[in-house]
């Protein structure tokens, strides 16, 4: 079994693979302040009750890929694979690791793991020039070229963060769930602030995606849009762009780097 741990600003996205799939998975939040002593003690809670492992740590653990974006976080998750995990292979993605996609930006040792892993993930499933856009704690949107090299991306606030802003800094809004309202003009606050959330991100994935594409690609059309990340479902039914929904993009991209390092180590 392989275990992948995908570290984000907001949630930690953990992923259990039996050779290509994905039997199990678990999301849980991110917490700088965590030791990895308490990171163990998680782990060990979540998995310890999956029938294909065994109740002590690491039973049934045969490797681990984790990408972070959280330097505090992969600090402390290192430790965890070299008290706990001692024996097991380990690939910690950053500088030096090989993930066979070149980065072709002005300063690649700033480009974030995840954005890296997911380029990695688009180009062993669709191949090709692809743009993938994740909505995380930011909505970040990588474009991969027709020879599979990672050329650069777009950063924009994310969905919750937008919520978020709203409810602070507007002083008759509040925060509200996120979630799809009954029409595009809003009948009440609640509503006319979940349409702007939803069409709103909607617009601005289908205005930065067709803006990429044409400076990706002679033709646009070849393009595979793929879309990934926890909130990406409230934006999938209104966006015009989007090829592909793959939730566990970040993951597959770890298991496919586990397995390009691993026998290197």
Known sequence: MLLTIDVGNTHTVLGLFDGEDIVEHWRISTDARRTADELAVLLQGLMGMHPLLGEELGDGI???????TVPSVLHELREVTRRYYGDV???L????????????????KEVGADRIINAVAAVEL????????????ATTFDAVSARGEYVGGVIAPGIEISVEALGVKGAQLRKIEVARPRSVIGKNTVEAMQSGIVYGFAGQVDG???????ELASDPDDVT?????????????????????????????????????????
């Open 208 to 214: 930065v995606v067709n803006r990429m594409a044409r």
């Open 62 to 68: 045969d490797g681990i890929a984790i990408c972070a």
């Open 89 to 91: 292979p380990a690939v």
């Open 93 to 108: 993605v950053e500088p030096g690791v090989k993930t066979g996609v070149p980065i072709l930006t002005d300063h690649p």
């Open 225 to 265: 849009v793929i879309a990934t990340g926890g909130l990406a479902p409230m934006v999938l039914g209104e966006s015009s762009v989007i090829d592909e929904h793959e939730p566990w993009l970040t993951l597959m991209g770890l298991r496919l780097v586990y397995e390009r390092n691993v026998s290197r180590m």
């Open 126 to 137: 669709y191949g090709g020039p692809a743009i993938v856009v994740d909505f995380g704690t």
